[in-house]
């Protein structure tokens, strides 16, 4: 793993245990999601009520991966697929963490860090990034991988798979604006936000 590398896993997995700890102070407990018997994480950190359990992130390790799967998520199957070779940051952004979606802020407002939420997840992930690379190379632009979503409809926020850089972009268009230079640099200026704190 190389240092840059190492460092983005290290902010990945701060700005996972701010989030936690900023929910315990904004709400008296950690974030809660929907109970699902069909589709448990590791996540999962026991009961809210009847119908909810409380989750926070969690770092990927062999203890938490279903015996019957391979050691390590990886994405050498979308880079066979597409033929080409993704950048190393979002490998190590979607292979670090299992978590729910992060609310964050930054300079350019509310979004939301996506990630997989357990092994299946990680696998319906790789789909949805195979079928956006695709219809970035039938359009002729520039290969990105998003991986967090905005407050306003159809704008994500993507990483640019040439040089690394963190772009926002309308989907379907060309990212039109840069926001970052590195998704170390970007992770490290984000702040933990919720979905109902100003509400």
């Not at 069909?38 to 926070?56: I, K, R, T, V």
């Not at 990927?60 to 033929?83: G, H, R, W």
């Not at 195979?130 to 979503?149: C, N, S, Y």
Request: net charge negative; aromatic share 10%.
């Amino acid at each position: 793993m190389t240092s840059t590398n190492k460092t983005l896993t290290q902010a990945l997995l701060k700005f996972s245990k701010d989030y936690s700890q900023y929910h315990i102070e904004q709400f008296g407990h950690l974030p809660i999601v929907e109970r699902d018997e069909e589709w448990l994480s590791p996540c999962e950190q026991g009961s809210h009520d009847e119908e909810h359990n409380y989750w926070q992130g969690c770092a990927i390790n062999n203890d938490n991966l279903p015996e019957n799967t391979e050691k390590a998520l990886s994405f050498t199957n979308v880079e066979s697929a597409l033929n080409i070779e993704l950048h190393p940051d979002i490998k190590v952004y979607f292979t670090t963490l299992f978590s729910g979606d992060i609310e964050a802020k930054c300079d350019e407002g509310k979004l939301s860090l996506l990630f997989a939420w357990n092994r299946g997840d990680f696998e319906r992930l790789q789909e949805n990034i195979i079928g956006h690379i695709l219809m970035k190379q039938r359009l002729k632009q520039d290969e990105t991988i998003f991986f967090a979503v905005t407050d306003e409809e159809d704008m994500i926020i993507s990483l640019d798979n040439n040089n690394g850089q963190v772009w926002v972009e309308r989907v379907g268009c060309k990212p039109h604006k840069k926001i970052s230079d590195s998704l170390v640099e970007f992770i490290l200026q984000l702040t933990p936000s919720s979905e109902i704190d100003e509400k």
